[in-house]
């Protein structure tokens, strides 16, 4: 039976299975904070982003390149 491979050895740095409960948690701070920029002064400017998140304290921080993987790895 074929396996599916991947075509790069390009992985996540992560020890997690999933980031849901952070991306949740980062979009309740924002929707709060851009609730109450709105309650004060509604005709202020948004807010970036990146005023409530910082992927680096994510529990997926980012994906590196792995030189001289074994096949084992590369199998999806």
Known sequence: MARSKRKTAIRGVTTAESEAADKAAWHRRWRRGEKQRLNADPNSDPIGHLGYSNKWMMEK????????????????
């Open 61 to 76: 921080d980012g994906k590196r390149y792995f030189h001289d993987v074994p096949s084992s790895v590369m199998r999806k």
